[in-house]
């Protein structure tokens, strides 16, 4: 029994310009013609055909169905092997893009709803990197402390927030006096603005250990989304960042026996 192109089209759930081109490009030419010249597909066509919309269900280019089809001994089940490890890493993509998704969300909560002027005015110029917060969610979902910081967050209120960003700006204050007066990055008092940085943490988000302390310091000094959430681009100065790094490795080797960074001091 034969059909016709439409009758095909229909019953396979593609356009006709589909099944044209598949002819065009040599994958699926027709058994045969009706009288008046119209393309006739027999039943060894249909089953070509299902191969083809199954292959191509798996995202294989028309190409590679080609070469599948033009070699009789071409090893069907290695290509589809290849497409199921494209496909699982395709998935866990997708997955990872979906946990970004939800850290997003995640991320954006202050605890509590703010209009863009009362954000402002909590907030200043301290902005929220969306990609380096989520990716920072990422990293350390599955910490503890990253948990609570998170809780504790979601949990401040707005007045919590104000004290907080107050607290934050007055340090910061302090640590750009220093840097702009020279002060040694394993001093007196870039030690204590590092340990005020570190007491900071703990009191509004989550506990701090001097480890932890010295990977976020390493993060300031690596990543620059990173340490604009204490330093405004607007307020940061070359080599900040590596001298509170410094100052923060320093003063957990003061407080735990241990000794100061080998960098070079500033």
Same mark, same amino acid.
């Given at each position: 029994?034969?059909?016709?192109?439409?009758?095909?089209?229909?019953? &396979?759930?593609?356009?006709?310009?589909?099944?044209?081109?598949?002819?065009?490009?040599?994958?699926?030419?027709?058994?045969?013609?009706?009288?008046?010249?119209?393309?006739?597909?027999?039943?060894?066509?249909?089953?070509?055909?299902?191969?083809?919309?199954?292959? !191509?269900?798996?995202?294989?280019?028309?190409?590679?169905?080609?070469?599948?089809?033009?070699?009789?001994?071409?090893?069907?089940?290695?290509?589809?092997?290849?497409?199921?490890?494209?496909?699982?890493?395709?998935?866990?993509?997708?997955?990872?893009?979906?946990?970004? &998704?939800?850290?997003?969300?995640?991320?954006?909560?202050?605890?509590?709803?703010?209009?863009?002027?009362? !954000?402002?005015?909590?907030?200043?110029?301290?902005?929220?990197?969306?990609?380096?917060?989520?990716?920072?969610?990422?990293?350390?979902?599955?910490?503890?402390?990253?948990?609570?910081?998170?809780?504790?967050?979601? =949990?401040?209120?707005?007045?919590?927030?104000? !004290?907080?960003?107050?607290?934050?700006?007055?340090? !910061?204050?302090?640590?750009?006096? =220093?840097? @702009?007066?020279?002060?040694?990055?394993?001093?007196?008092?870039?030690?204590?603005?590092?340990?005020?940085?570190?007491?900071?943490?703990?009191?509004?988000?989550?506990?701090?250990?001097? @480890?932890?302390?010295?990977?976020?310091?390493?993060?300031?000094?690596?990543?620059?989304?990173?340490?604009?959430?204490?330093?405004?681009?607007?307020?940061?100065?070359?080599?900040? &960042?590596?001298?509170?790094?410094?100052?923060?490795?320093?003063?957990?080797?003061?407080?735990?026996?241990?000794?100061?960074?080998?960098?070079?001091?500033?």
């Amino acid at each position: 029994m034969s059909y016709s192109v439409g009758q095909v089209a229909a019953f &396979a759930g593609v356009t006709v310009r589909t099944l044209h081109h598949y002819d065009k490009a040599g994958l699926l030419s027709p058994g045969d013609r009706s009288p008046a010249g119209y393309r006739l597909y027999g039943e060894a066509d249909l089953v070509r055909l299902q191969q083809i919309l199954f292959y !191509r269900e798996l995202g294989f280019s028309l190409d590679e169905i080609a070469e599948i089809f033009a070699d009789p001994q071409a090893n069907a089940l290695e290509h589809l092997r290849a497409r199921q490890r494209k496909l699982e890493e395709e998935i866990a993509r997708l997955q990872r893009l979906a946990e970004v &998704a939800q850290r997003a969300i995640e991320v954006q909560r202050t605890g509590v709803p703010l209009t863009p002027q009362e !954000r402002f005015e909590v907030f200043g110029e301290i902005t929220f990197d969306l990609s380096y917060a989520t990716e920072a969610e990422l990293k350390w979902a599955h910490s503890a402390g990253r948990r609570e910081a998170m809780e504790r967050a979601d =949990a401040h209120t707005k007045e919590d927030w104000r !004290r907080l960003m107050g607290e934050a700006a007055a340090w !910061r204050a302090e640590l750009l006096t =220093a840097f @702009d007066q020279g002060e040694r990055s394993d001093g007196e008092r870039a030690m204590d603005l590092a340990e005020e940085h570190r007491l900071h943490i703990s009191r509004w988000f989550t506990s701090c250990p001097f @480890d932890m302390h010295r990977r976020i310091a390493d993060d300031f000094a690596a990543d620059p989304r990173a340490f604009a959430l204490v330093v405004p681009p607007s307020q940061q100065r070359p080599g900040l &960042a590596a001298y509170l790094r410094r100052a923060v490795h320093a003063n957990a080797a003061r407080r735990t026996g241990g000794r100061t960074d080998p960098e070079e001091n500033r």
